[in-house]
């Protein structure tokens, strides 16, 4: 009996084993191993999920440098630029276009030249002062800027203590990266409007100018004007009118100059400065 026990208890203890490792392939465990000895011996194999794929990882691989790698930088020409080349939008002043733009920021990278550039508030006091010849505005009264458009509301010293607002400047960045510089692209309606020629309109001479205005004993006084120029391309003095929301119109001739974007300016005054308010429109010329 002995000797049957012998063999019978070493053949169930290997039933048993084996029973063992296949319950735990179905539970997802790894098989265990036996040595010589008949003690489990530790697996080389990771645990292996139910689903039979490995575990992820949860470390986040990092560069050999030990650092993150950089974020893609931007490049390219920005939305407002594009909208400017496209013609959506007249580039009236300092640049006429992309390269002027390009000259001016290895300038200012070289050196710090002209850093008003970069400030809309000042760029439209700029084009008020030196390019429209309106001396007397030299207040911003408020500045808005909204992504890549900026609005200036230029003004002047009046009776009161209160600057009076002379025009609603609209400037655009013109370029690309953080020193894309602004561009004057226009003024917004106020009491005196410029609604002829249509903004953006191809035009020869002589040219129909008309608008609106609101006030009394009023003398609009009418020029076009080109970057660069020594003296207005054309001029008309003056037109009455007055009223609410009143109609005026004139023709005025000018001298053709192709190939750039020309700017019509309608100023009013005489009340308590020379220009108390102005409006501008661009145009082309045909090529």
């Known amino acids: 009996m002995e000797a049957i026990t012998r063999r019978v208890l070493p053949l169930l203890a290997a039933i048993t084993l084996g029973a063992a490792g296949c319950a735990g392939a179905s539970g997802g465990q790894a098989t265990a191993?036996?040595?010589?000895?008949?003690?489990?011996?530790?697996?080389?194999?990771?645990?292996?999920?139910?689903?039979?794929?490995?575990?992820?990882?949860?470390?986040?691989?990092?560069?050999?440098?030990?650092?993150?790698?950089?974020?893609?930088?931007?490049?390219?020409?920005?939305?407002?630029?594009?909208?400017?080349?496209?013609?959506?939008?007249?580039?009236?002043?300092?640049?006429?276009?992309?390269?002027?733009?390009?000259?001016?920021?290895?300038?200012?990278?070289?050196?710090g030249h002209q850093p008003w550039h970069l400030d809309p508030a000042e760029t439209a006091i700029a084009f008020s002062r030196d390019f429209l010849g309106f001396t007397e505005i030299d207040q911003v009264v408020k500045t808005v800027v909204d992504g890549e458009h900026a609005r200036v509301h230029v003004g002047l010293k009046g009776e009161g203590s209160e600057p009076m607002v002379a025009a609603v400047v609209h400037l655009m960045r013109y370029g690309s990266g953080d020193q894309a510089p602004w561009e004057v692209v226009g003024t917004d309606d106020?009491?005196?409007?410029?609604?002829?020629?249509?903004?953006?309109?191809?035009?020869?001479?002589?040219?129909?100018?008309?608008?609106?205005?609101t006030g009394v004993d009023e003398s609009i006084r009418l020029r076009v004007l080109r970057p660069g120029a020594?003296?207005?391309?054309?001029?008309?003095?003056?037109?009455?009118?007055?009223?609410?929301?009143a109609p005026w119109s004139a023709t005025l001739s000018f001298k053709p100059d192709h190939g750039r974007t020309l700017t019509v300016v309608a100023s009013t005054g005489g009340h308590v400065a020379e220009v108390e308010r102005f409006a501008v429109t661009g145009v082309t010329l045909p090529e």
Request: net charge neutral; aromatic share 6%.
């Open 33 to 111: 191993r036996v040595g010589p000895g008949g003690e489990p011996t530790p697996s080389a194999t990771a645990p292996v999920p139910a689903s039979g794929t490995p575990a992820p990882s949860a470390t986040v691989p990092v560069p050999t440098s030990g650092k993150p790698s950089p974020a893609p930088q931007k490049s390219g020409a920005s939305a407002s630029t594009r909208l400017l080349i496209a013609g959506r939008y007249q580039p009236l002043w300092p640049f006429s276009g992309p390269d002027e733009v390009a000259a001016w920021q290895r300038a200012y990278q070289a050196d």
């Open 190 to 213: 106020t009491t005196l409007s410029l609604t002829t020629p249509a903004y953006g309109a191809s035009v020869t001479s002589p040219l129909t100018v008309g608008g609106r205005i």
């Open 230 to 245: 020594d003296a207005p391309l054309g001029e008309h003095c003056c037109v009455a009118a007055g009223g609410e929301k």
